[in-house]
């Protein structure tokens, strides 16, 4: 089992950048596939961006793409979201997730609390 804590979020303007956390418990960190998503008001949840457990393999949203960057250091148990050029549509409560299984998915079996990152025009 893992526990998630994700930490980074916070007010930005827009063409800014943020670089959000998330740090795990459990010494097991090195075997889970990450993933961040994000969630808007009024709008479901929606995925964007995951990372092997190796850090080999990465995807992303179109949305993000060219923007974002995923990246893990497992020696501190901490997955990484580099969000440059940030825009007011990137507002949202950002989870991160953990899961055995490999990536990319849509499910995961551990999520954490999330931080609001909130982009002004």
């Known amino acids: 089992q893992v526990q998630l804590v994700e930490s980074g979020g916070g007010l930005v303007q827009a063409g800014g950048s943020l670089r959000l956390s998330c740090a795990a418990s459990?010494?097991?960190?090195?075997?889970?596939?990450m993933g961040w998503f994000r969630q808007a008001p009024g709008k479901e949840r929606e995925f964007v961006a995951a990372?092997?457990?190796?850090?080999?393999?990465?995807y992303y949203a179109e949305s993000v793409k060219g923007r974002f960057t995923i990246s893990r250091d497992n020696a501190k148990r901490t997955v990484y979201l580099q969000m440059n050029s940030l825009k007011p549509e990137d507002t949202a409560v950002y989870y991160c997730?953990?899961?055995?299984?490999?990536?990319?998915?849509?499910?995961?079996?551990?999520w954490g609390q999330g931080t609001q990152v909130t982009v002004s025009s």
């Open positions: 997730a953990a899961d055995l299984r490999g990536v990319p998915r849509t499910n995961y079996d551990y």
């Open positions: 459990g010494r097991t960190f090195s075997s889970y596939s």
């Open positions: 990372i092997s457990y190796s850090g080999a393999r990465t």
